[in-house]
């Protein structure tokens, strides 16, 4: 005869003896599909990788791992910011727990027009929710991974023929008083490199990338002191932390350079 669900043994609610307290279990890299409102074309349909946990007591031997699952699927499909911001308080009453964290990760594409011909196609960009709560407190932070070109104005100084040029990353996390877009963040940070990226490019627009590159050269260094100074200025961002990495051309190396602002 099968027992009913009520009378098998609970074994993660038994008591551990060890006291050592768990600042986050729970699932990790669990796929999901999303939709999330852009400022293009109102929805955009993707795919998150999310991370959901909360802290363990040290007398409780386990979690409930089901449980985060069901959280998550208690939202049903079309996640908006607001459901994703209020998971963790549903992770803590599910739970019992203190401490909740929340995590999505997902590709972010938009249409880019080259700048000469005015060809599309589509750049993808790494976004990541991540949200944290414990008691009253609730902490959103936006992060936007952001590909640009640098070129080196050391290079082009010492240089009788062109510079030496190469794409980095920017990783630009904020937190906000009012939500911003996330085409805004990225748009943030292209405007601090020396040119954008696109996925196509006929040959005028080649031509005038690679021209633009070379009218505005920047170090790493300046890279991320251009993205800061314009995250100051925002009216809505509270904090931010910019970090940049460049994939160099002519070194085994790459440059890396990080500012962060103190929280307000």
């Not at 070109?149 to 082009?156: D, F, Q, R, Y």
Request: proline share 5%.
């Amino acid at each position: 005869m099968k027992a009913k669900a009520n009378q098998l043994k609970d074994t993660q609610s038994e008591r551990d003896y060890r006291r050592v307290p768990i600042d986050r279990v729970g699932v990790k890299n669990l796929r999901f599909p999303l939709r999330i409102k852009d400022r293009d074309h109102a929805e955009q349909h993707t795919v998150a990788l999310v991370s959901l946990a909360v802290d363990l007591p040290h007398q409780y031997k386990g979690t409930h791992m089901s449980r985060f699952v069901e959280v998550l699927h208690a939202h049903g499909h079309a996640l908006t910011v607001a459901d994703i911001a209020g998971m963790p308080r549903d992770l803590i009453k599910r739970l019992k727990a203190e401490k909740a964290h929340v995590e999505f990760k997902f590709p972010y594409f938009r249409t880019k027009k080259a700048p000469a011909t005015g060809a599309e196609g589509l750049m993808d960009y790494g976004v990541i929710f991540e949200v944290n709560a414990e008691k009253d407190e609730l902490d959103f932070v936006v992060t936007v991974e952001v590909p640009v070109a640098t070129l080196c104005p050391c290079s082009k100084a010492i240089s009788e023929r062109g510079a030496h040029n190469q794409r980095g990353t920017v990783t630009f996390s904020v937190r906000f008083s009012t939500p911003v877009w996330i085409e805004e963040l990225i748009e943030l940070v292209e405007a601090s490199a020396s040119c954008e990226l696109y996925s196509v490019l006929k040959r005028p627009d080649e031509k005038l990338v690679t021209e633009r590159a070379y009218d505005n050269p920047v170090f790493v260094e300046d890279l991320v002191r251009n993205v800061a100074i314009k995250a100051r200025k925002h009216k809505h961002i509270t904090w931010f932390r910019v970090e940049a990495e460049n994939y160099e051309s002519i070194h085994n190396h790459n440059a890396y350079a990080v500012v962060e602002m103190p929280r307000r």
